[in-house]
């Protein structure tokens, strides 16, 4: 079972951001024949409320939010992507870039060719005073819902997921068929034997497994943290790495 360890993501959007959702947004326990319950947290409305707040707290403050998962959750993928010898001009998709933190951290240790996208127009807003306000100018970023995504935005080498998809199976309109349509979506997205790294604290590996089952095949587990209670031990959160078969 994965539970109550931070968050990541609005629906087809919303990554790095809300504090007050996180925690309250990751479920425990596994989803039942129709999913998750549904929660407002998979909805577009919830998420441009939550970075309309955010930017305003930036604009007024400087503050850039809460990293989802925390700054360890982000480290985890980059140094994957350096073990892995992943080029740095490689194409990195960001799905649900939230407040774009993520983004800003691949630019710093080198990547050339990295794109974040979110529905919430807010979000993009955001990351982008963000990432000026770091000086750099080598990140796109896009207004983009995932689950019905652009033709242009294709070829990635790399996809990455930090809660976007957790958030997805919160949706109250049908999160089962959101759910295939994501899966759709990232293989349109992403090259022939391109990776996929997801970090969730909603579904467990197996779950995980059997949601990406078409189109893609586990490639590595990432240490996570592990907790105990009552006699029993589990993991906050999962982290995968999928390649496209």
């Not at 850039?64 to 360890?72: D, S, V």
């Amino acid at each position: 079972m994965n539970s109550g360890a931070g968050g990541s993501g609005g629906g087809g959007g919303g990554g790095d951001g809300d504090g007050t959702g996180a925690a309250e947004r990751c479920r425990r326990g596994s989803p039942g024949e129709d999913g998750f319950a549904p929660s407002a947290l998979g909805t577009r409305e919830h998420w441009d409320a939550v970075y309309e707040r955010e930017l305003q707290t930036f604009q007024e403050y400087g503050d850039t939010g809460e990293i989802w998962f925390g700054e360890e959750s982000m480290n985890r993928l980059i140094r994957w992507m350096q073990k892995r010898k992943i080029p740095l001009d490689a194409s990195v998709l960001d799905i649900g870039t939230g407040n774009g933190v993520f983004l800003v951290e691949l630019a710093k240790f080198g990547f050339s060719n990295i794109t974040g996208i979110d529905y919430s127009s807010s979000a993009i807003q955001l990351s982008g005073s963000i990432i000026e306000k770091e000086g750099l100018s080598n990140i796109k970023l896009k207004v983009e819902d995932f689950l019905n995504l652009s033709t242009k935005l294709s070829g990635f080498h790399i996809c990455i997921d930090k809660g976007t998809f957790d958030a997805i199976s919160l949706n109250p309109d049908n999160a089962i068929e959101k759910r295939k349509q994501y899966v759709k979506s990232l293989s349109g997205a992403l090259n022939v034997k391109g990776f996929f790294l997801i970090t969730s604290c909603n579904w467990t590996k197996e779950e995980l497994l059997d949601e990406f089952s078409e189109g893609f095949e586990l490639f590595e587990e990432l240490p996570t943290p592990t907790f105990s209670f009552g006699g029993r031990s589990g993991n906050s959160v999962t982290a995968l790495v999928f390649q496209k078969t």
